[in-house]
């Protein structure tokens, strides 16, 4: 398969003995240069897809085809390993089983299918869960979608922050049985709460956000964290240049004053203007 060493690479993060910091994407452009930064990993979150894609915020209104279709973008832009936060599966089990399979034809590594009850139920501000019950069968619906074994599955609980720890430790067993490669946390708050998922499972940790203390690299390898996030400061970073730059240029700044433009020498690398002359010159009889 075209993809499976995106996907080995990925599964040779989870294997391996270190922990490591995937680079936030969400673009063509995104995934470019984080690639050429040298990332091993790209994480695509839920929020950036629908900032990037809808101009919206994470409140589940991006469909799964717009979220595929952004992540098939990036997999022709770039070969670096993508790991997609697919939220709830859009949907219940069978269509998590159908995520799934999208998001493994636009070439996903791995993806997270979570137990968060999406989108908010009516009259409800506070987060909430599906049943216990529910969450396990959207992991069964994962595992049978994907037909290249290569393709990383994890399991994902918020039910730290939600419910309880003892709750998210429940869950999180639960859905280590059905076969999930690793185990996705989010709101886990301290060293204990870490300490207490990690004896209590076996598989892979993935860290969704930390308070400080937990951002020791080796005390994170302890712990069996092979991933932990550093959140999605890229998007940003481009959301306050592209709003400073138009700014600019709607107070009268003329193009040649503006600062922090990406230099040509970028835009050309990061568009891989080499390769595009190379390829012309050999396909279209131009001169290089």
């Known amino acids: 398969m075209a993809f499976r060493s995106r996907r080995e690479k990925l599964r040779s993060i989870l294997s391996g003995p270190a922990c490591i910091h995937p680079g936030s994407v969400y673009d063509a452009i995104s995934i470019r240069i984080a690639d050429d930064l040298g ?8 929020s950036v897809a629908s900032l990037a894609v809808l101009g919206d915020p994470d409140i589940t209104l991006i469909t799964l085809t717009e979220l595929a279709e952004q992540m098939r973008r990036m997999s022709r832009a770039s070969a670096l390993p993508v ?20 998001l493994e034809t636009a070439g996903a590594a791995g993806l997270t299918i979570e137990d968060t009850l999406l989108p908010a139920a009516f009259g409800e501000a506070k987060t909430q869960l599906i049943s216990l019950e529910e969450g396990v069968g959207k992991m ?9 074994p290569s393709l990383v599955i994890m399991g994902r609980t918020g039910a730290a922050a939600i419910t309880s720890l003892e709750d998210a430790i429940r869950r999180a067993r639960a859905y280590e049985a059905t076969g999930v490669d690793a185990l996705f946390f989010t709101g886990i708050k301290s060293r204990a709460e870490l300490e207490a998922v990690a ?11 930390a308070p400080e203390e937990l951002n020791a690299p080796d005390y994170l390898v302890s712990q069996r964290v092979r991933i932990a996030l550093q959140g999605h400061a890229p998007i940003a970073a481009a ?15 003329p193009p ?4 922090g433009l990406a230099s040509a020498e970028l835009t050309s ?20």
Do not use: C
């Open 39 to 46: 990332f091993p990993l790209g994480m695509f979150g839920g």
């Open 199 to 209: 004896s209590a499972t076996h598989l892979p940790i993935v860290l969704g956000g």
């Open 140 to 148: 069964k619906a994962a595992l049978s979608g994907r037909s290249d």
């Open 83 to 102: 790991l997609v936060d697919a939220d709830h599966g859009y949907g219940n089990a069978l269509n998590v089983r159908r995520t799934v399979q999208e």
């Open 269 to 288: 690398r990061v568009m891989r203007e080499a390769e595009t002359k190379a390829r012309s010159a050999d396909v279209l009889g131009l001169k290089k």
């Open 239 to 253: 959301t306050q240049a592209v709003h400073d730059t138009l700014k600019a240029l709607r107070e009268g700044t």
């Open 256 to 259: 040649k004053a503006l600062k």
